[in-house]
Structure formats: structure tokens, C-alpha cells
């Protein structure tokens, strides 16, 4: 059997790449202690610098490589742009997403494999647990924040989806839209949910495992109730938008959404407010809560934060 033959039948690991060397030297050594259950493995690394920073590294990392590791430049700034460009050139059945400031740890993508092909699932995945820099009295919400925990299931099926960072694709089980990212997404983010949410239309299986786990390390300027705010905000827009922007356009589902919005500021602002003031580290529960309704009030338009992308290269993000 050619190699090419094995691989078409294989995974393929995207880790798309930003300005984040160390980082990304966390994520790429490991990978090179993970198994795919007896399949080949191959590794993306999709660098979205325009300067293409990340080349030296991973072409003299891919030397003494124990697995395939491909270094793809992506020069047009893009968290879609990234996924897309690496995706493009993936030769892999399965496609397994690894983050820039996210290590995989032990059994992580043979577990991801195994519920996948278990439970006949096109989508996997696995917690994420964060890792919070520094000491403040938040941390304990914050990495609550930060992290996956998912169900309390330790294995099964589910009907929810979560971010593309740390997740399992299975190519054959569903059919991707072209580009499978929305590139209108690149400076926002959402771009991952936009894709689940298309690939749940389709009546795809979700599996969820807790015997194997992710690590996230949180740079120290996400790690502050200011980006808490601005993150939540975008978040609490999406599933207004992913209503808006089906088609035909959901407006009942746009409207209960809103609804929600209302419901959700008014309860949770003042609360936010009553914990700032007292200086408890649930403030930042609120905090996020409140701003999750605030975004699906006003999800339309240039409400939008810019978190990625051209907005990063300009020095115009958060």
C-alpha cells in the first residue's frame, strides 16, 4: 500500500499558527508522543503570519520530527483563512484540530479516533482545561471560563457542539461546504460554530469522551475581566446570527434569542455591578453572563468585535 494510500485513510492534525513560538513548540512536541490506533498521521502547521515567522522553526523541527510534520504558509490574516488554507492540502480522512496555546495530553487523539469511529460520529471531542497565568482572586472563574467541561458523561453521544480547537473531524461522515470556514469570520471568530452548526443540518452524530484531556494556556491579556467582557459579548451573538444569516432566515428563532438577551442583561448586569463593587471573584460570572445577553441584543451589524486576523496584524484587536 503507497503511502499516499495510507494517509487518504489517516489524520491529518491542523495546528494553525500565529506569532505564538512558544506555543506553538508546546503543541507540536505533544503530538509527537500521539497514536491514531495503527493509522498514518500527518501534521499541518498553518502559519497565518504574513511575515511567515514560524517557518525556521517548524522546518528544523520537522527534521527529527516522529511524525510527518508539514510547515503551509497562509499569509492572508484569517483564523478562517488558516483552517481553510491547511484543510486545502490535507490528505487525511480524519481531521484533528490542535491550537497554537493548547497541548494535547496522553491518548488524546486515539481517544478522539475511538468515539469517533464507536459511536459513528462525524464530530468529536474531549474536555479542556485551562491554564491560568499569574494569581488573582478570579482564577478559579476564569479557568471555569476558559475551559471545556462539557456533560458529566464520561463517554457518549451529545447533542451539543464546541470549539474547533481540540475536536476530531471524520471527513466521510459528512459533506464540508466550500470553503468549510466562513471567510466573512476571519477577524471575528465563529467561523467553527458557523461550520458544526451547517454540519448538524445534516443530521451528524456527536460523540464526547472524558478519558483523555487537553491543556489551554491563557495568555495574561485574556486573562482579565476586560477581554471576559468582550469575549462574552461575541459569543452571546452567535446564535442570534447563525438564526439570521440561515436560509430562509429564521426570524422567530432571531426574536427568541433576543428575548433571551433582554432576560439574560437584566438579571445578570446588576449582579455584575453588586459583585464589582463588594470585589467578589464571582464577578466575573456575571460579568460574562451579562455580556453574553448584551451581544444577542445587538448581534447585527458592526457589534461585531474584531478578535483575529487583519485586526491582530493591525494592532486593532483586543
Given at each position: 500500500?503507497?503511502?499516499?494510500?495510507?494517509?487518504d485513510?489517516?489524520?491529518?492534525?491542523?495546528?494553525?499558527?500565529f506569532?505564538?513560538?512558544?506555543?506553538?513548540?508546546?503543541a507540536?512536541?505533544?503530538?509527537?508522543?500521539?497514536?491514531?490506533?495503527?493509522l498514518t498521521i500527518?501534521?499541518?502547521?498553518?502559519?497565518?503570519d504574513p511575515?511567515?515567522?514560524?517557518k525556521?522553526?517548524?522546518?528544523?523541527?520537522?527534521?527529527t520530527a516522529?511524525?510527518?510534520?508539514?510547515?503551509?504558509?497562509?499569509?492572508?490574516?484569517?483564523?478562517?483563512n488558516?483552517?481553510?488554507g491547511?484543510?486545502?492540502?490535507?490528505?487525511?480522512?480524519?481531521?484533528?484540530?490542535l491550537?497554537?496555546d493548547?497541548?494535547?495530553g496522553e491518548?488524546?487523539?486515539?481517544?478522539?479516533?475511538?468515539?469517533?469511529?464507536?459511536?459513528?460520529a462525524?464530530l468529536a471531542?474531549?474536555?479542556?482545561?485551562?491554564?491560568?497565568?499569574?494569581?488573582?482572586?478570579?482564577?478559579?472563574?476564569?479557568?471555569?471560563?476558559f475551559s471545556?467541561?462539557?456533560?458529566?458523561?464520561e463517554?457518549?453521544?451529545?447533542?451539543?457542539?464546541?470549539?474547533?480547537g481540540?475536536?476530531?473531524l471524520?471527513?466521510?461522515?459528512?459533506?464540508?461546504?466550500?470553503p468549510p470556514?466562513?471567510?466573512?469570520?476571519?477577524?471575528?471568530g465563529?467561523?467553527d460554530?458557523?461550520l458544526?452548526?451547517?454540519?448538524?443540518?445534516?443530521?451528524?452524530k456527536i460523540?464526547?469522551?472524558?478519558?483523555a484531556?487537553?491543556?489551554?494556556d491563557?495568555?495574561p491579556?485574556?486573562?482579565?475581566?476586560?477581554?471576559?467582557?468582550?469575549?462574552s459579548?461575541?459569543?452571546g451573538?452567535?446564535?442570534?446570527?447563525?438564526?439570521?444569516?440561515?436560509s430562509?432566515?429564521?426570524w422567530l428563532?432571531?426574536?427568541?434569542?433576543?428575548?433571551?438577551?433582554?432576560v439574560?442583561w437584566?438579571i445578570?448586569?446588576p449582579?455584575?455591578?453588586?459583585?464589582?463593587?463588594?470585589?467578589?471573584?464571582?464577578y466575573?460570572?456575571?460579568?460574562?453572563r451579562?455580556?453574553?445577553?448584551k451581544g444577542?441584543?445587538?448581534?447585527?451589524?458592526d457589534?461585531?468585535?474584531?478578535?483575529?486576523?487583519?485586526?491582530?496584524?493591525e494592532?486593532?484587536?483586543?
Open positions: 500500500m503507497s503511502t499516499k494510500s495510507k494517509i485513510n489517516g489524520v491529518s492534525v491542523i495546528v494553525p499558527t506569532r505564538r513560538p512558544d506555543g506553538l513548540k508546546i507540536l512536541e505533544s503530538l509527537m508522543t500521539q497514536s491514531a490506533n495503527g500527518e501534521i499541518i502547521v498553518a502559519d497565518n511575515k511567515g515567522s514560524a525556521t522553526f517548524v522546518t528544523k523541527f520537522a527534521k516522529a511524525i510527518k510534520t508539514r510547515y503551509l504558509h497562509v499569509p492572508d490574516p484569517g483564523v478562517s488558516a483552517r481553510n491547511a484543510l486545502a492540502t490535507a490528505k487525511g480522512r480524519y481531521l484533528a484540530f491550537d497554537d493548547q497541548e494535547a491518548n488524546w487523539l486515539s481517544t478522539l479516533l475511538e468515539i469517533s469511529q464507536k459511536y459513528q462525524a471531542f474531549i474536555p479542556t482545561l485551562a491554564r491560568i497565568p499569574g494569581q488573582s482572586k478570579y482564577d478559579d472563574y476564569l479557568q471555569d471560563f471545556r467541561q462539557g456533560p458529566k458523561l463517554e457518549g453521544m451529545i447533542k451539543e457542539f464546541f470549539g474547533c481540540n475536536s476530531l471524520d471527513t466521510k461522515l459528512c459533506t464540508l461546504p466550500n470556514f466562513d471567510v466573512e469570520m476571519n477577524e471575528t465563529g467561523e460554530d458557523m458544526f452548526s451547517e454540519l448538524q443540518t445534516q443530521g451528524i460523540a464526547w469522551s472524558r478519558n484531556i487537553c491543556y489551554e491563557i495568555r491579556h485574556r486573562a482579565t475581566p476586560e477581554y471576559i467582557k468582550v469575549r459579548f461575541a459569543f451573538q452567535g446564535p442570534v446570527q447563525m438564526c439570521y444569516e440561515t430562509p432566515t429564521n428563532g432571531v426574536i427568541k434569542w433576543m428575548v433571551v438577551g433582554v439574560q437584566g445578570y448586569t449582579l455584575a455591578w453588586v459583585t464589582k463593587l463588594f470585589g467578589h471573584p464571582s466575573i460570572h456575571y460579568l460574562s451579562a455580556a453574553q445577553g444577542k441584543i445587538f448581534w447585527y451589524g457589534n461585531r468585535p474584531k478578535l483575529y486576523g487583519a485586526a491582530v496584524v494592532n486593532k484587536a483586543f
